[in-house]
Nanobody, 125 residues
Framework: QVQLVESGGGLVQAGGSLRLSCVASGSMLLTYTMGWFRQAPGKERECVAA??????????KYADFVKGRFIISREDAKNTMYLQMNNLKPEDTAVYYC????????????????WGEGTQVTVSS
């Protein structure tokens, strides 16, 4: 069983930055692809970014709408994943969720085996 806890959300002005963190319990984290998802009110959940296990190839994938602005990373020794969000826009406002699972589920199916409870990110114009 893996438990995920996000932090780092908040209110920021457009153009600002935030860094989200996700701390995982359980040593099995090393085997999972990790991802960040978001869901805005009235909209479907969407995958923001994903990163495969470091022992695999550590490859990353980003949604087009965050490319060049967001950076996903992980420190498996600390059971922690990060999402550095730069040049934030009002349309980035959403609840951001940390997730763990397999690459195909996260990247192609917008699904995961484990989910955090989410952290709110609000970007004011």
């Amino acid at each position: 069983q893996v438990q995920l806890v996000e932090s780092g959300g908040g209110l920021v002005q457009a153009g600002g930055s935030l860094r989200l963190s996700c701390v995982a319990s359980g040593s099995m984290l090393l085997t999972y692809t990790m991802g960040w998802f978001r869901q805005a009110p009235g909209k479907e959940r969407e995958c923001v970014a994903a990163i495969s296990p470091i022992w695999s190839d550590g490859r990353t994938k980003y949604a087009d709408f965050v490319k060049g602005r967001f950076i996903i990373s992980r420190e498996d020794a600390k059971n922690t994943m990060y999402l550095q969000m730069n040049n934030l826009k009002p349309e980035d406002t959403a609840v951001y969720y940390c997730a763990a699972g397999i690459w195909r589920d996260i990247v192609e199916l917008t699904n995961a085996k484990y989910w955090g409870e989410g952290t709110q990110v609000t970007v004011s114009s």
